[in-house]
């Protein structure tokens, strides 16, 4: 097949040549992609620092309801009251600037990527970004609603239950991520089926190793108590069978690898490139011989 020819083929793959840049390349524009997304994540810092106090008084508040009046937070560092308000904040401000993060991690590594991984990546960087802040908006306005009063009724009288702020960010960030990643559950369903890896029968049958390790998982992210443990459980199962329903309506039955579908799809396009040459020359030869 011609050169030209070859350009004219609609195949992007990590082995074509059209996408092979030297390494200095490659560096500079990690380099550029890495720039903008601190820039974004600095910009909305920028924004959002005057207002610090408010983030922590907002994020405080599922526990401050559930401490008796009158009751506030411990600070035992000496320059605490003002890093975990910044900690907060830079937070805040990474979770707003998380579509920009992801934009920038996407563009950088699409010429590594086939055609049928960038029609999936797109979808799935928005609907993951959607997902982890549903995930986290749940265990702030339900998880720590529940969990925190629970705490709170257990403490003996004896006991000034007053969580020091660093503890408690600490907590909140770990609690944040687990349920942010929990509601990933069903867009790592669909990837797995779509790239081959798992088929809708493979999904069935490691659905209970799923629910026991769920609470495994709940066991180790949660405090130890049944009820935040469930609450992060139970979403997790819910949330897989979600993932088998989606793949039933949306999936592939018996999935490819994507190179092997890539593969089959350049052959393709090269056989009818080879079908196209052949009827043109055998026009170009019946012409001449009708002359």
Not at 99 to 110: E, G, K, N, R, S
Not at 156 to 185: C, H, K, Q, R, W
Not at 270 to 284: D, N
Request: charged share 20%; aromatic share 12%; hydrophobic share 55%.
């Amino acid at each position: 097949m011609s050169e030209n020819s070859d350009k004219n083929l609609p195949i992007e793959a990590p082995d074509d040549p059209r996408n092979e840049k030297p390494l200095v390349e490659h560096l500079i524009e990690l380099r550029n992609r890495m720039v903008k997304a601190i820039l974004a994540v600095v910009i909305v810092f920028l924004v959002l620092s005057p207002f610090m106090k408010q983030l922590f008084d907002a994020l405080s508040h599922p526990l401050m309801v559930a401490l008796p009046a009158g009751t506030k937070l411990l600070s035992t560092g000496v320059v605490a009251p003002f890093l975990v308000p910044l900690k907060v904040t830079l937070f805040v401000s990474f979770l707003i600037a998380l579509p920009v993060v992801l934009y920038q991690a996407w563009a950088y590594v699409a010429p590594a990527l086939y055609r049928q991984e960038k029609k999936l990546v797109l979808p799935v960087l928005v609907s993951s970004v959607a997902m982890f802040f549903v995930g986290v908006m749940y265990c702030y306005f339900v998880v720590f609603r529940f969990v925190f009063r629970f705490i709170a009724q257990f403490s003996p009288e004896s006991v000034n239950f007053a969580p020091d702020i660093d503890s408690y960010f600490s907590f909140v960030i770990t609690m944040f991520f687990a349920f942010g990643l929990t509601f990933e559950v069903p867009i790592v369903v669909m990837v797995l089926n779509h790239v081959g890896i798992a088929s809708l029968e493979a999904l069935k049958k490691a659905r209970p190793y799923i629910i026991v390790g769920a609470f495994v998982v709940a066991a180790i992210f949660t405090p130890p108590d049944v009820l935040s443990q469930t609450l992060l459980a139970l979403p997790l199962v819910i949330l897989y069978q979600a993932g088998i329903w989606l793949v039933q309506l949306f999936g592939k039955k018996n999935p490819k690898p994507f190179m092997e579908a890539e593969q089959e799809e350049i052959a393709e396009l090269e056989k009818r490139e080879r079908e196209e040459a052949e009827k043109k020359a055998a026009e170009q030869n019946a012409g001449s011989s009708g002359s």
